[in-house]
């Protein structure tokens, strides 16, 4: 990504970034590998580029009506997610994890990675994009859906490379096993009902969050102002995300990732939905009475 308003400087940058970013998609990819192997990635890599391809795509629908968009960016936004902010964050959970359970043990390093180390590391890495956009581009930041459409392309490209996994080893799973095995078919329907149906925004939403903050710290002058606003978007993003991840970890009640997923889920994402909305539907009148315009001032005289 480009990091200098030199010509020389941004041309070599914008040459690194793409050797950068496919380095670090396929070292996630190839660690994928190593814990469902290679059919596991066979199966699990088309299935997450079929699900997260409609979940970027809606989000590229959302900003259609944003003129002067580069599509360098939004494909850089995409890029950054799968590969550079999932590559880190996969690494760092590893190293950190170690730590953890050098210093206080597995059993607790068991529940300190998902409720601690996971939200923090994956909404840091996928929101470092955004707070670029802000430092570097904020010309890019014109208004809030700009945050939530940038936001959403990351979380998207995050996606693609985590659910790799997920699929991969639900299919592998069901393979390996006869086929009147209850518990695999279970796995298998359990993984694809929630990946691709209940949570395939999952990570978007997460980011959208920060967006919304870094979108609105673009219109603020004051640098205090700007900070608070990304750090409160990224502390509600983490808070966020450590709520999902505990609820999947409370063996007590079965059912209460759904009570989560239905009382907290569900209510943030159709809020956002229906601001990314609103905000699509004011672009698309402004683009199109500037389109008029521009017509009516090109129209030649009688």
Same mark, same amino acid.
Request: aromatic share 10%; proline share 5%; hydrophobic share 55%.
């Given at each position: 990504?480009?990091?200098?308003?030199?010509?020389?400087?941004?041309?070599?940058?914008?040459?690194?970034?793409? @050797?950068?970013?496919?380095?670090? !998609?396929?070292?996630?990819?190839?660690?994928?590998?190593?814990?469902?192997?290679?059919? /596991?990635?066979?199966?699990?890599?088309?299935?997450?580029?079929?699900?997260?391809?409609? @979940?970027?795509? #809606?989000?590229?629908?959302?900003?259609?009506?944003?003129?002067?968009? =580069?599509?360098?960016?939004?494909?850089?936004?995409?890029?950054?997610?799968?590969?550079?902010?999932?590559?880190?964050?996969? !690494?760092?959970?590893?190293?950190?994890?170690?730590?953890?359970?050098?210093?206080? /043990?597995?059993?607790?390093?068991?529940?300190?990675?998902?409720?601690?180390?996971?939200?923090?590391?994956?909404?840091?890495?996928? /929101?470092?994009?955004? @707070?670029?956009?802000?430092?570097?581009?904020?010309?890019?930041?014109? +208004?809030?859906?700009?945050?939530?459409?940038?936001?959403?392309?990351?979380?998207? /490209?995050?996606?693609?490379?985590? *659910?790799?996994?997920?699929?991969?080893?639900?299919?592998?799973?069901?393979?390996?096993?006869?086929?009147?095995?209850? *518990?695999?078919?279970?796995?298998?329907?359990?993984?694809?009902?929630?990946?691709? @149906?209940?949570?395939?925004?999952?990570?978007?939403?997460?980011?959208?969050?920060?967006?919304?903050?870094?979108?609105?710290?673009?219109?603020? =002058?004051?640098?205090?102002?700007?900070?608070?606003l990304v750090?409160?978007?990224?502390?509600?993003?983490?808070?966020?995300? +450590?709520? !999902?991840? !505990?609820?999947?970890?409370?063996?007590?009640? =079965?059912?209460?990732i759904y009570?989560?997923?239905? #009382?907290?889920?569900? =209510?943030?994402?159709?809020?956002?939905?229906?601001?990314?909305?609103?905000?699509?539907?004011?672009?698309?009148?402004?683009?199109? #009475?500037?389109?008029?315009?521009?017509?009516v001032v090109?129209?030649?005289?009688?």
């Amino acid at each position: 990504m480009r990091t200098s308003t030199s010509p020389a400087r941004g041309g070599r940058a914008w040459v690194l970034w793409p @050797v950068a970013a496919g380095a670090a !998609w396929l070292s996630s990819i190839i660690w994928v590998g190593t814990q469902i192997g290679l059919d /596991g990635v066979a199966f699990g890599l088309p299935l997450s580029a079929l699900v997260t391809g409609a @979940v970027a795509g #809606a989000f590229l629908w959302l900003g259609r009506w944003r003129r002067g968009r =580069p599509r360098h960016l939004t494909a850089s936004a995409f890029g950054w997610g799968a590969s550079i902010a999932a590559f880190c964050s996969l !690494w760092s959970q590893q190293a950190l994890q170690a730590l953890v359970d050098t210093a206080a /043990g597995t059993e607790f390093g068991a529940w300190f990675r998902p409720l601690v180390i996971t939200p923090v590391t994956e909404e840091v890495f996928k /929101g470092l994009f955004l @707070v670029w956009l802000l430092t570097r581009r904020r010309d890019q930041l014109t +208004g809030l859906l700009d945050g939530i459409v940038y936001a959403g392309l990351v979380g998207a /490209g995050f996606s693609l490379t985590e *659910n790799v996994l997920y699929f991969g080893r639900a299919v592998t799973t069901y393979t390996a096993s006869d086929s009147p095995d209850v *518990n695999a078919v279970a796995l298998l329907g359990a993984s694809l009902i929630l990946r691709a @149906v209940l949570v395939p925004f999952f990570h978007p939403l997460m980011v959208a969050l920060l967006g919304l903050g870094v979108a609105a710290a673009a219109g603020r =002058p004051g640098r205090a102002a700007r900070t608070g606003l990304v750090l409160a978007g990224l502390v509600v993003a983490i808070v966020l995300h +450590g709520v !999902w991840d !505990w609820a999947g970890l409370a063996g007590d009640d =079965p059912l209460l990732i759904y009570k989560i997923y239905g #009382a907290v889920m569900v =209510p943030i994402f159709l809020a956002m939905l229906v601001l990314a909305l609103v905000l699509r539907r004011r672009e698309r009148r402004a683009a199109r #009475a500037q389109m008029a315009g521009a017509a009516v001032v090109e129209r030649p005289e009688p």
